[in-house]
């Protein structure tokens, strides 16, 4: 770091420390308390630590950084701006305003240098994770040497990351696989917004984190030289994960609620603000001042990491020089190269009868030797996931090597290790665990959608029809609730075609998540009338017309197979109806009108036929339609005894359907 | 426990190991490995120790018992088997099977003896906690001396329970507030569906726990007698929660599979099977045998746990007979008593304007008054949620007197907490974070709908309203995907008078859960045609109809008045639409035919006005209708300019009405 007096370190850290207050008073909105305790522990960080290019946010060399505590987003901003960053004063005067590029909480893709999205409290941890683990995964890839194994990955953690569970899970996953690159500093400042953490949070946290195999350090969070110390320490120690305990005062300066829960998530008032300007010796005077003398530190800063780029730019080119195949492979992971060929590779023999939890098993082979990116793991159900890469190795503490994650039994983590991967960009990684489960990690499925991340799902037994394991283990409500989220892709896929189209979209898919959702059980493969693949990537398609049909029926997944079954007996009755499949309900949508409307005939009366909720299906079936779903919870039992149970086998649905036809 | 060679205590485990085994086999389905493996444990716990009565489930003085790790259910029907609940060895033999007494996981309310609905990892381990809160909460209302005082919670946890970020949260709250009464028997058989524990849960488990304040201990598997002096000691030690860390063998007695995760979740098989019990010198000979003497030695147990209930009914009569106060409000709790008056005492004076969450907090202070059972907290969010019982006292550690509870910044545990003091049915929970938040507490919603708990959830912040927080804070799949479990109440009042139905209707609903969900901002007054208050407990009904209305618009929470300001508007155009709240479309939906058509006239077009994703209204709508919903996430700014931005204001609501209607 470039040289300063005390005086006028002071006045940087003050700078960052008014910024914030400035900006949450204009706002009258947002957390000023956060910014001011941390500011010390971040200028250090940022200043003798932090690797970056503020004109390249994305460089590949760049250290990553996290503000995990998400609400305390002015220090982030605060920071980016004063390191060079496309923010300027301008934007920050804009905080929390209508399409401002400083929004209430970090957004990705937002706001140039904000890596991950945070403010749901401990996703950030966990995304901190991924990028360890995903940086190790292929470093280890490159071999030693590689421009990619020195970055770190630093966090600023508060009380609300460390008490929520998803934290813990991610935690133990690090201390576990030993990610030595991640240097969390947990801003403790015993504050939340009910109070003291006291009141609920007394644990030994740093005993805790010891007990999952970090490395855990304490310092005062005004100490600079003790902060950089830990941070030395930290990076040292590269075989296990760090947290360094950062004892701080939530709202430092403010004379009267600095240490209080009043300075967490509210502006300050102007008699507080201005009376902490008094006490921090600040200038009165306009808001959102950086003196000329910070300035002139900060450009000093960025020169020292114009330095740092430089150095790693050259030995990076001379590694690429010496290293082609990795060097290829490795840009191969920077553009997530996708053979052009994809879809036709996976829907080659594709056309089997099996589980489509088999048939995905075998897609992700071929899929995982086409595209070098491909990385994936199971929340401990890899057997009943079919979620292995066969051959790609497994990732094991001190061992990155492999293409295979254990996750263990932490979906939420997963989820949001996997969205970690996906920030960082490196990866494409797919996640598995039952459908059911999507419900612990439905967090980090939301972020992935709202930060248009290429994170796969592969969520199976996803239905009444996995059978004996009961009401607990079956999705009834699941799709719904996951195709509400705006931006994901849910696909249900009907047989081998279905389920190998279904891997190329998400492979295919740069910008947004997709969730294939697959059954335990065996599927018969579909009789279709046009072989034409194009059909299987726009959502919906007719499987098989009648002459003089005027109703069609949908279905999805398994239930495909059983409404053909169904419309056969139908139509033996004298009632000919369409067969329309709709993997991706969202795919659909996109479509033009056109398209819709030849699949799903304005004049033809509706019927849906899917073993779930179905609210989402009204919208096609209308008031005259009819949506054969399930508005109950399931049952323990073989999957034939619920077939009839339910009302699913074909007989019944057939029934149901004629009623409704002719009604 | 009743004398017993050393022969005949062998005879007693084996028997509940070859109850799981024959029966998995049996049903071709299941996980016989953790039964086979904790039988041991299970078998000291159940005869040394747990208190119970057969004859009668329900009895208050027993201790609770859960099998957080459901899928060794087995182990749990075995049990209830051999302890003489009205299981008998036929419905051993459904195990499995369609509406069979015995599930593939343990269901509350569907096999005696079963304290709470099992099988998602980590969800027992957290309700025992909420059992062992409630018990503390009434037992220092009553007094020393009270008949509940003295009972334990006991758990038996997996691997997979502590690997789950619910158990951490749920731990470290435990710890906190020191309930000593929780004794829970970590079954550690190192083995879960993936291979070897040590794949990827390396953590020091002990330290882990002695660093969230719990007391642990560890012992063999085999050893009865050291089981034995473990939960001595864990009982003893009143001021902590206890773990014991049992070191067990997976499938213990199968020869091949045992110790692999090849017994972890599937039948051992014939040969297997017979190898076991050739192994274990279990009689071949028909499945499912439970020999004389184990019978009778059970019928021993059975007459000492007959002489513990006649003690504790002994010091319960001659405490009620000393405390008649403490006695009725024991009776109070047990009942979850409710005036008849409830919805009158809640309506008074309860047509104010303000936000919802507000009206709601005034709702909670009248009715913690004239329900002693109701008790609240908050997942660190009491000043947002507007959730604190006034002068009620808050719940800390060792004092327990409050009815207000820090939750913490854990929203999984505090679901599943509460699902405890639901289970047990001693209190009526209600807990709150923001709406958006739901997401991280799915799990234990679901588990509350399945169970069908009176659990209320508090749900604030319900919409982009909430302002500058931003997309990561704004709710806009939750409703829908709430909306879309089955048997959950999902209330969005509108003003103050809907908010009190919505508080009594919450509180008067004891089978199944009810969330509220309420803004963060202030609201209007409406102005309704009828002032009849029954019309507010049917889920929906007309504010306001307008003579030849042709339409009808449907709207909800913060949207009605919107939607009334946008329909007086309409009106001056010509253009008369009847206006309908919907408060809770599940409630709606249960009403009569004849009032929903009163309600929403088959005749009139229908539009809905929900700032949400909206899927769940088509059905409603039809397809010549409009839902005016968000299928995209929100953003940060002030609240006025997002209702600009999203078209929610009055004049744009109006505008889109008008252009549908004359379409």
Redesign the interface.
Known sequence: MPQASAELTKKCVDTIRMLAADAVQQ?N??HPGMPMGAADLAFVLWTRHLRFDPKEPRWLGRDRFILSA?HGSMLLYGLLHLSGYDLGLEDLKQF?????RT???P?FRHTPGVEV?????GQGFANGVGFALGQAMLSAQLGPGNPLEDHFVYAICG??DL???????AA??A???RLGRLVYLYDDNGI???GKTD??????????F????WHVQSVDGRDHEGIDRALRAAKAELSRPSLIRVKTVIGFGAPKKAGTSGVHGAALGEEELAAAKKNLGWPEGPRFLVPDEVRAYWREVQEEKRMLRAAWDRKATAWRAANPAPAALLDAHVERKVPADLRAKLLEGADAADATRKLSQAAIQKAAALVPALVGG?A?????NNTDIKGGG?V??GSYQGRNV?????E??MGAIANGLAYDGLHIPFSGTFL??S??M??PV??A??SRLQSIYVWTHDSIFL???????QP??QL??L?????LHVVRPADGLETAAAWAHAIERREGPTALVLTRQKLPKLARASSDPEQLFRGGYVVTDAPGAKVTVIATGSEVGTTQAALALLAAKGVPARLVSMPCLACFEEQPASYRDAVVPPGHRVAVVEAA?G??W??LA??DGLVLGI???G????EK??AG?FGYTPEQVAAKLEAWARG
């Open positions: 706002a909105s947002g998400g929390r305003q209508l399409h401002s929004p209430g909480h957004e999205t945070s403010g749901p409290l009380d609300g008490m929520e569970g998803v934290s813990a899970e133990s996953f201390g576990h696989h939340t917004i009910d009141l609920t949070f007394t644990e030994d946290v740093t005993g805790r010891e007990a999952y195999g199971s401990d159900l890899a057997e009943s497994f094991g503490a254990h996750y263990g039994i932490r939420h983590a059911v489960f419900d612990y439905r967090p939301r972020l959608a709202l059978g004996e394991d009961g009401p607990t283990h009834i409500e719904t609730a195709r509400a989220i705006p931006g909720r609210l989402e009204w919208k209308g008031k508005d109950r919870f049952a323990s039992a073989p005894a619920l149970e």
